[in-house]
């Protein structure tokens, strides 16, 4: 079965700081990958979502970026954190295609700037 | 591209009661309909979802509902109890692509 995990679970960061986030899916291959970012008591904002190794949109400008450096990982960056960045980033995983075309989230980091 | 409405914002019910959740969407190319449940702390789960080309489908007490020539999708929870209190996310998709558009919630709280 198709596990995903991410990490850190919680981050502690000052502003201006530089930020990884990873994410990495088990069990499948060539999935879909989407960060989202949820503000306290806020919806689901996608920020970025890849089809495949190296392959990245972006939803959202911001001072984020994301990328895939292998098939079931996906890691999410920024290099000055900013106090606007505060939330609750979840990873997801697809397939896309088909049938089997439903969104898994991860667990989740829950970020916090100061 | 898509839109998604969600209405009530909040509701609130008394246990035993049902409780129904209403999206609509703007795509009427859109044919995949999933309904998360997101409790305080916690990730988004998959509850429910339906696809275009059914009507309606139940999972014990759980139900949505699809109104394609409205474009609009219902959850439906029946006998609700204390632990359905939870913030629920209704969500549609493109055709062809797995991008999700969200709608923006629901905050459920069921009191004894």
């Known amino acids: 079965s198709q596990t995903i995990h991410q990490w850190p679970a919680t981050l502690v960061q000052p502003v201006g700081s530089p930020l990884s986030l990873e994410c990495t899916v088990e069990g499948t291959s060539n999935p879909n990958l989407y960060w989202y970012r949820q503000a306290a008591g806020r919806g689901l904002q996608l920020l970025f979502y890849?089809?495949?190794?190296?392959?990245i949109s972006s939803e959202v400008p911001q001072n984020l970026s994301a990328s895939r450096p292998q098939d079931r990982q996906f890691i999410l960056s920024s290099k000055k954190l900013l106090l606007s960045d505060s939330g609750f980033y979840l990873c997801?995983?697809?397939?896309?295609?088909?049938?089997?075309?439903?969104?898994?989230f991860g667990p989740g980091t829950r970020l916090t700037v100061l | 591209g898509e839109n998604v409405e969600q209405h009530p914002s909040t509701l609130s019910v008394q246990e035993g009661d049902s409780a129904v959740i209403k999206c609509t969407y703007s795509d009427s190319a859109s044919n995949y309909f999933p309904w998360y449940k997101q409790e305080l702390g916690k990730r988004p789960q998959l509850i429910i979802d339906?696809?275009?080309?059914?009507g309606e489908k139940k999972d014990q007490r759980i139900a949505v509902t699809l109104n394609k020539t409205a474009k609009h999708f219902s959850l439906h929870i029946t006998e609700t109890q204390p632990e359905d209190s939870a913030v629920y996310f209704c969500?549609?998709?493109?055709?062809?692509?797995?991008?999700?558009?969200f709608g923006a919630g629901t905050q459920v709280v069921v009191t004894p």
């Open positions: 339906i696809r275009s080309n059914v």
């Open positions: 890849s089809v495949g190794i190296g392959q």
């Open positions: 997801a995983w697809g397939l896309g295609t088909g049938i089997q075309d439903t969104q898994y």
């Open positions: 969500a549609a998709r493109n055709k062809g692509w797995g991008k999700l558009q």
